[in-house]
């Protein structure tokens, strides 16, 4: 199939990208939110390849993959046809509802012509999905090239844009951990993180947008992996690190709950049982191991990628045969 789908979410979408199909990723001259073509901190395979939207009107595209409500019209008029008739469509929806929880409409409720794929059931119980058919299919990831061997006694987090999304990430947080161990936070926008949360820089150390083979290279080395996020959908930064082997403490939030079995290092709503646990792990590098090997067998049995493309070949040909 040819599968029209935008670049947003970049490990997500290096998963998906590793199927059997030829994904038409948008690209325009400014490398907008909208054209930003091929990722360039992931590693896509070659059946992932840029159009623009001058070229898409000219390419068979068998269906198109929605993940942001304004690309339902930029697809219509990118393509010249009616996405959801002419075209098969698909939403998938990668967070979980913001505003008047749990009466949050999604934005495509209601609609005969589309399916949403939630990532994660609990996105699909919390979402107001009104009568659109909804289905879900969990994360699949590719295997990191690395294994845990968490040698430095310091904590990981891995947080997209941490002052802004503030207590939503969990990055108020921070400080108490910071006090058991120093902080590694990888994401985008974590540069003077440590200023924010007025830390010296030997408690936190920022690493700003590193591409992920080498991000995952750092995060093997450290004694455990942080997940304090208290509103978000399941990070697939927690499941690569439980795939590593490396253990965790996490809040046990949203769909987490159904993710970190409580024998991968730590699972609680209570931020003083997380922080004990934390310091375990930092003075046991034996118990670490342990809980590390717990989550690798979690995470490579739940969220394995051939599971993962199995179930979108599914939900594809689904779609595309009901179109016919």
């Known amino acids: 199939m040819n599968i029209l789908v935008w670049h947003v979410h970049g490990s997500w979408t290096t998963s998906f990208v590793h199927g059997k199909h030829r994904y038409l990723v948008p690209v325009t001259p400014d490398r907008g939110p909208y054209g930003l073509g091929r990722a360039r901190t992931y590693r896509w395979p070659d059946n992932a390849v840029e159009v623009t939207p001058q070229q898409l009107r000219r390419s068979e595209v068998d269906l198109v993959l929605l993940q942001r409500p304004e690309e339902f019209d930029l697809a219509c008029e990118w393509l010249g046809r009616r996405v959801g008739r002419d075209v098969p469509a698909i939403y998938v929806e990668h967070n979980t509802p913001k505003g008047d929880v749990p009466n949050t409409r999604h934005p495509m409720a209601d609609r005969d012509d589309l399916t949403i794929a939630h990532v994660t059931h609990f996105n699909e119980l919390f979402w107001d999905n009104g009568n659109t058919r909804t289905t879900v299919i969990e994360h699949g990831v590719l295997p990191p090239a690395v294994?845990?061997?968490?040698?430095?006694?310091?904590l990981a987090v891995v947080i997209n844009e941490p002052v802004r999304r503030w207590r939503v990430t969990g990055t108020d947080l921070l400080p108490r951990f910071a006090e058991i161990a120093p902080l590694d936070?990888?994401?985008?926008?974590?540069?003077?993180?440590?200023?924010?949360l007025a830390l010296p820089p030997d408690r936190l150390t920022s690493h700003d947008d590193v591409p992920q083979h080498a991000m995952h290279t750092e995060l093997a080395r450290r004694r455990a992996y942080l997940h304090l996020?208290?509103?978000?959908?399941?990070?697939?930064?927690?499941i690569e690190a439980m795939t590593m082997g490396m253990p965790v403490v996490a809040l046990a939030t949203t769909e987490a709950v159904e993710a970190v079995p409580?024998?991968?290092?730590?699972?609680?709503?209570?931020?003083?049982?997380?922080?004990?646990?934390?310091r375990g792990l930092v003075d046991d590098p034996a118990a670490a191991r342990r809980a590390g090997t717990e989550a690798r067998s979690a995470a490579r049995q739940r969220y394995g990628l051939e599971r993962f493309l199995a179930d979108w070949d599914r939900l594809l040909e689904e779609e595309v045969c009901a179109s016919r």
């Open 262 to 278: 409580p024998s991968a290092g730590a699972l609680s709503t209570r931020v003083d049982v997380l922080l004990e646990a934390a």
């Open 147 to 154: 294994e845990w061997t968490g040698e430095l006694n310091r």
């Open 185 to 196: 936070v990888y994401g985008m926008g974590v540069t003077g993180l440590a200023h924010h």
């Open 229 to 238: 996020c208290r509103w978000t959908s399941l990070g697939l930064s927690l």
